[in-house]
Structures are given as structure tokens and as C-alpha cells.
């Protein structure tokens, strides 16, 4: 359990890196937010799961659950709202804005 | 193991700090800002499995609802025309 917990670790590092690169290099704002959401959702589960293998009480593994159900309904939901509202205030959509 | 993914969280944070302050318009903070709280929320969680504290999980929950609420309540404030209207 111990082993898989840290194979998800590792993951979990190569992604938040990933992550971080990639906001760097994309010029638009909607590019950056995909890259973010995704890279991140993808990051807290990876992490959450590590953890939920690495405990060993059922408390422990009830809240940590608890928190990563949280996550995946309303991470979604706040990355929408704050492109709905860059979009409704009159940012344009570019056709071509990667590594300007 | 836990140690290094607790100091790879926080360069991430300090970079999304950074990131923040540079930023050109208000929804590229808000971005930054929404990162930064997945980001603090992250190292709240593995601190707490690292202590083994069980209370600590509460400050996460408490952390997360927070969040939601003031980057969906920012965007919705921002959208309806801010503080000029």
C-alpha cells in the first residue's frame, strides 16, 4: 500500500509541474484555465488517493473521501464561473494563442 | 516521501504568488487566487496526515467551502459590473 501511495506521489509531482509550465507558456486566458483546471483536478485526486492508501484508520479515510467528493463537484464549477465571467465582460476568443 | 511532496506544494504556492501579482487583468487573479486556495488546501491535508492529527481535516473542509464560495462569489460581483455600478 505504502508503494503504490508513492508511485502516486510521484505522479502527483510530475503533474503540479506540468501545471505550472504550462499556465507560464500559454498567452490567451482560456488556455490557461484549461490547462489549470484539468492539471489540478487531476493533481488532487492523485494526492487525495495517496493519502486515503497511506492511513489506516476508517475515519481518516471517511474525511479524506469527504473532502475529494467536495472537490470534484465544485472545482469545476468555480473555473466555469470565472470563465462565464470573462466571456460575458468581453474577452475574446483568439484562434491561435499558444507560445506566442 | 510526504516531506518532498509538502516542498514541491509550496514552491507551487509561491510561484502562483507570484503569478498573481504579475497578473495583467482581474480574471487571471482570479485564476491565481483559485490555484492558490487548491494549493493551501493540498498542504493542509498531507500536514495533517503527516501529524496524524484527525482535527486538522476539519480546518481542510472548512478551507475548501470557503474557497468555492469567494472565487464563485468574486466572479458572479465582477460579472454584474463591480464596484462602479
Given at each position: 500500500?505504502?508503494?503504490?501511495?508513492?508511485?502516486?506521489?510521484?505522479?502527483?509531482?510530475?503533474?503540479?509541474?506540468?501545471?505550472?509550465?504550462?499556465?507560464?507558456?500559454?498567452?490567451?486566458?482560456?488556455?490557461?484555465?484549461?490547462?489549470?483546471?484539468?492539471?489540478?483536478?487531476?493533481?488532487?485526486?492523485?494526492?487525495?488517493?495517496a493519502m486515503i492508501l497511506r492511513v489506516e484508520l476508517l475515519s481518516f479515510q471517511l474525511k479524506l473521501f469527504i473532502i475529494l467528493a467536495f472537490l470534484l463537484i465544485t472545482s469545476p464549477i468555480s473555473n466555469h464561473m470565472i470563465a462565464f465571467s470573462a466571456y460575458f465582460s468581453g474577452i475574446e476568443i483568439k484562434e491561435r494563442d499558444y507560445d506566442s | 516521501m510526504i516531506?518532498?511532496?509538502?516542498?514541491?506544494?509550496?514552491?507551487?504556492?509561491?510561484?502562483?504568488?507570484?503569478?498573481?501579482?504579475?497578473?495583467?487583468?482581474?480574471?487571471?487573479?482570479?485564476?491565481?487566487?483559485?490555484?492558490m486556495s487548491i494549493k493551501v488546501l493540498l498542504l493542509t491535508t498531507v500536514y495533517s496526515i503527516y501529524r496524524e492529527d484527525l482535527f486538522?481535516?476539519?480546518?481542510?473542509?472548512?478551507?475548501?467551502?470557503?474557497?468555492?464560495?469567494?472565487v464563485v462569489l468574486l466572479a458572479?460581483?465582477?460579472?454584474?459590473?463591480?464596484?462602479?455600478k
Open positions: 500500500m505504502i508503494i503504490i501511495s508513492n508511485i502516486l506521489l510521484v505522479l502527483s509531482w510530475i503533474l503540479i509541474i506540468t501545471g505550472l509550465i504550462g499556465i507560464g507558456r500559454f498567452d490567451s486566458l482560456y488556455s490557461k484555465l484549461l490547462t489549470g483546471s484539468k492539471i489540478d483536478t487531476a493533481a488532487v485526486i492523485l494526492i487525495l488517493l | 516531506i518532498t511532496t509538502m516542498v514541491v506544494l509550496f514552491i507551487a504556492l509561491f510561484i502562483s504568488l507570484v503569478r498573481y501579482i504579475n497578473g495583467k487583468t482581474i480574471w487571471e487573479k482570479l485564476l491565481s487566487l483559485n490555484l486538522l481535516l476539519d480546518t481542510s473542509v472548512t478551507f475548501a467551502i470557503v474557497s468555492f464560495l469567494v458572479r460581483f465582477i460579472l454584474e459590473g463591480g464596484r462602479t
